[in-house]
């Protein structure tokens, strides 16, 4: 439910105790992911998304870093009219993707573009209302300012995965190899809190999630 440094074992224990599941035929693959090991996102941030999907009902969705596609999917179906396009550079994960998307994508909503975001979103030219940043961590300043650019005006940012196990709030890593990687978090953190055309909040919770809305 949590990260270990980010949130006490007993509260993360009561809120997983308290929190109810979703259903239907995404949960049932979401729990089978799960068990097998897949690093998609976790339930908290998947309701998160469910909740900001419903109350923005955005038309055009960029998601980074797909995994094998249960945000897509999970968005696809809170949404039912988005369009969605989403970015993935680990050839097992895209093929697990596709698979997840030829069968479950009925509407054929969801676009997979294969290969490096850092290089594909300098050419993006369409305008999102809604992105969800889940990729390599160290990546995220230099994501941003294409991220920035494309995304409309009131529109919502969501990054995952920001506070790393808590190690960017304490300034250092857990092992001298993960040191680049808090490094660029707290970067990409002051990076987005200190720019004026974004509202953004920090919420502690799985690995540290941001909420951002361009003025």
Not at 91 to 119: C, T, W
Request: glycine content about 6%; overall charge negative.
């Amino acid at each position: 439910m949590s990260k270990t440094g980010i949130v006490f074992d007993h509260v993360s224990e009561y809120l997983q105790s308290i929190r109810r599941d979703r259903s239907g035929w995404l949960a049932e693959k979401e729990k089978i992911w799960r068990e097998n090991g897949f690093p998609i996102a976790e339930p908290e941030v998947g309701d998160l998304l469910e909740i900001i999907c419903s109350l923005k009902q955005p038309k055009k969705i960029l998601e980074i870093g797909t995994c094998i596609g249960f945000s897509s999917l999970l968005m696809s179906q809170t949404v039912s009219d988005a369009e969605i396009i989403t970015i993935e550079r680990n050839p097992v994960m895209i093929k697990d993707a596709r698979k997840n998307f030829e069968a479950y994508d009925k509407s054929h909503r969801i676009k997979l573009i294969e290969g490096d975001a850092a290089e594909i979103l300098p050419n993006l030219d369409d305008t999102f209302d809604l992105v969800f940043l889940d990729a390599a961590k160290g990546q995220y300043p230099v994501y941003f300012p294409d991220i920035k650019r494309i995304l409309s005006s009131g529109g919502v940012f969501i990054s995952d995965n920001v506070l790393f196990n808590g190690y960017v709030a304490k300034g250092s890593p857990d092992r001298h190899r993960n040191k680049t990687i808090v490094m660029r978090l707290d970067e990409y953190l002051q990076m987005l809190e200190s720019d004026q055309d974004f509202k953004t909040v920090l919420f502690p919770i799985s690995d540290g999630v941001t909420l951002s809305i361009k003025k």
